[in-house]
């Protein structure tokens, strides 16, 4: 089975309508990035802005494809590893941290599934998640309830064929009828996000989701550190390229002055 959820690293190096389009998305996160400095808003801010962007991107870069499968309760491919960039972690680490007591009222223990996916997957390669495949945490009856914080990873990865994710799931199929606007616009977002990060002086690399969230929830105050500069989910960081290489391509595509 042969999925792309893992990094945005490997894309092509947009060009045209597309380099025009990494660029303003570049320079509009790195406002939103000056004007939140230091604060949970600025997190939340900035988050809206790079999701809201996707979101709508897809719509206009994908009308020509065919529907994608993907439905509320199918969960086929929330088994396989996630990465997130900081603002993405601890955007889900504060909705968990609002989310979780209430639904552990209604015996949902959230942080608990968290903590024991992460245990199990734990530096678990791709090809080792997908030979034995570990849950989500975040699905409680089929449906994920961090979706409305679900990372870009999570967002770019859309199936066209339902039976054929269910094929690959069990073995039996080694690629998916996936969409490539979904995946481009993905990579794009994420990229021009990670771009603006670095010139910020933020830690921009991608992070294993599970470990990382775990790692904020542990830690006394990851946004603060974070914002001072410091890498507060060091250990869980999962570059799928050397990040020297990746500074290269960033300085290849920045904006002009």
């Not at 090809?127 to 990372?151: D, K, N, S, T």
Request: charge should be negative; include cysteine.
């Amino acid at each position: 089975m042969t999925v792309d959820t893992a990094s945005a690293a490997h894309a092509d190096l947009p060009a045209g309508d597309d380099l025009d389009f990494y660029r303003a998305l570049h320079r509009a996160l790195a406002a939103t990035l000056a004007a939140g400095r230091g604060s949970t808003a600025g997190v939340e801010r900035l988050m809206a802005q790079a999701l809201d962007t996707f979101d709508g991107n897809v719509r206009l870069r994908c009308a020509d494809e065919p529907p994608v499968a993907c439905r509320k309760a199918c969960a086929t491919c929330c088994h396989l590893r996630v990465v997130a960039t900081m603002p993405e972690v601890l955007l889900a680490a504060h909705f968990l941290a609002r989310v979780a007591p209430p639904l552990a009222d209604r015996g949902i223990d959230l942080v608990g599934a968290l903590r024991a996916a992460e245990a199990m997957t734990h530096r678990r390669s791709e090809a080792e998640r997908v030979a034995e495949p570990v849950r989500c945490p975040f699905l409680a009856q089929g449906v994920c309830v961090i979706y409305p914080v679900r990372p870009l990873a999570c967002r770019g990865h859309a199936s066209t064929d339902a039976r054929a994710c269910v094929e690959a799931a069990a073995g039996r199929r080694a690629e998916l009828p996936a969409s490539a606007g979904h995946r481009q616009v993905r990579a794009l977002v994420q990229s021009a996000l990670q771009s603006s990060l670095r010139d910020a002086g933020l830690a921009w690399g991608v992070y294993e989701f599970n470990e990382a969230l775990v790692t904020a929830l542990d830690h006394p105050g990851p946004a603060a550190a974070w914002w001072a500069g410091d890498d507060p989910l060091a250990g869980a960081r999962c570059d799928e390229l050397p990040p020297g290489e990746q500074e290269q391509v960033f300085d290849r595509l920045r904006p002009p002055a």
